[in-house]
């Protein structure tokens, strides 16, 4: 899952050793995610592109965690670096384009830092396996990089996502995308949307399923 040109699959296998040097500018963009999802402790969690674990990291943190959450990723070496979960938590290692659960079984889904990296033809796929496997009106929560409409942190935004395209490789991850239409075409009803502007540019959307 890689977009065009972009970050090929098995990058993350070695992006997965130094990876968490970087996720200081991912922390408070995941926390902003997490306050808009706002998971229950009866409720079911996914979390797609888990990577190294940041969001089950600060779902772990919280008091009244969720009883459940499941975190995927298709890099094997990005889930070793995941560190020890709470009891009934766990990890997996699986194709967002075709999760391995049945119909309607999570409340509520995150997916952090990986839509924007998937070829255009892939964002409807992952979109409408997540819109699978969500109950009925269940929530998802989306983080992309992207370039804010205004503000001092628009011409970095502008800045990073020309990067991403001039050497996609290595900078790929910055490509910026606003989510919100493709959510919509899936299905989904947009509910809210945040800008986080510490550490990357980044647009986090919640939406409901439509059932």
Request: net charge positive; aromatic share 6%.
């Amino acid at each position: 899952m890689t977009a065009p040109d972009g970050v090929p699959p098995q990058a993350w296998d070695e992006f997965s050793r130094h990876y968490d040097r970087q996720l200081w500018l991912e922390r408070a963009a995941v926390a902003t995610a997490l306050a808009l999802l706002r998971p229950q402790p009866d409720e079911r969690v996914l979390d797609v592109a888990t990577g190294t674990g940041e969001a089950l990291r600060q779902l772990a943190a919280c008091r009244d965690r969720p009883r459940q959450a499941i975190g995927i990723d298709q890099s094997a070496a990005m889930l070793s670096h995941v560190p020890a979960l709470p009891g009934g938590w766990a990890t997996q290692q699986a194709d967002a384009r075709a999760l391995p659960f049945a119909a309607s079984c999570f409340d509520v889904a995150i997916s952090s830092y990986l839509l924007h990296l998937l070829m255009p033809t892939d964002v409807p796929i992952v979109l409408a396996e997540l819109r699978r496997v969500l109950r009925p009106g269940g929530r998802l929560v989306t983080v992309t990089p992207a370039i804010p409409p205004r503000g001092l942190t628009r011409p970095l935004a502008r800045a990073l996502d020309r990067l991403a395209a001039l050497r996609p490789h290595r900078y790929g991850g910055l490509r910026a995308l606003d989510v919100r239409p493709a959510l919509i075409d899936a299905g989904f009803q947009v509910a809210e949307a945040r800008w986080n502007l510490r550490g990357y540019p980044t647009l986090c959307v919640l939406a409901r399923s439509r059932g």
